[in-house]
Each structure stands twice: as structure tokens, then as C-alpha cells.
């Protein structure tokens, strides 16, 4: 029984993490959310969304625009990469648009 009773929560936490892995886009599987918010902090996203949108610039992150899944919230990231310069890897485009949905976005596929 006392066996049991050690597996039981261990077993809950998996059972938990995989619940929550399964409402991540399979796009941002594994990315690094803290280095896409490190970015997005480092190359002053928001500051550039205010200068050009206006307010604090967070109003771009609503999802009533032309973004309406995850692979074009990525798409998105990957093309103002391009436009300012920026030289980001891959992976660092991912982290960027895996913290902007889960702040903002909220796409579960």
C-alpha cells in the first residue's frame, strides 16, 4: 500500500504535465519560453509595437487581426525578424512566438 500511495503522486504529476504539453501547439512542442521572453524584452518588441500601433503595444498581441493559428503567429515573429534585421535562429523565432501565445494568444493547435 505504502508503495502505491508513492507512485500515486508521481503518476498525477505526469498525468498533469501531459495534459498540459497536449494544449501546446505542436509548433512550440519544447521551445524555451524563457529565452522568448528574454528576447522579446532584449529587442524591445514592445516598444516598437507602441511606436508604430500606439498605447503600450500590446494591442497587436490581440488575436482580432490576420493571426488565427499558431504556424502564422510564428510566420509573423519570423517576418518582423527579417524586416528589422534581427538574425534570429530558428529556435529563437519559436521561443519568441511560443511566450507571445502564451501570454497573449492562447493556441492550443
Request: aromatic share 6%; net charge positive.
Amino acid at each position: 500500500m505504502a508503495s502505491i500511495q508513492r507512485i500515486a503522486p508521481s503518476l498525477v504529476g505526469m498525468l498533469l504535465a501531459g495534459a498540459v504539453q497536449a494544449e501546446v501547439p505542436a509548433i512550440f512542442q519544447g521551445a524555451d519560453l524563457k529565452l522568448g521572453a528574454k528576447l522579446i524584452a532584449e529587442h524591445k518588441c514592445n516598444q516598437c509595437h507602441a511606436q508604430k500601433w500606439g498605447r503600450d503595444g500590446v494591442d497587436i498581441y490581440r488575436p482580432k487581426g490576420r493571426i488565427h493559428d499558431a504556424g502564422k503567429l510564428r510566420g509573423m515573429v519570423d517576418y518582423c525578424s527579417n524586416q528589422l534585421g534581427l538574425t534570429l535562429f530558428p529556435e529563437e523565432v519559436t521561443a519568441i512566438a511560443a511566450a507571445l501565445n502564451r501570454d497573449h494568444y492562447h493556441f492550443q493547435r
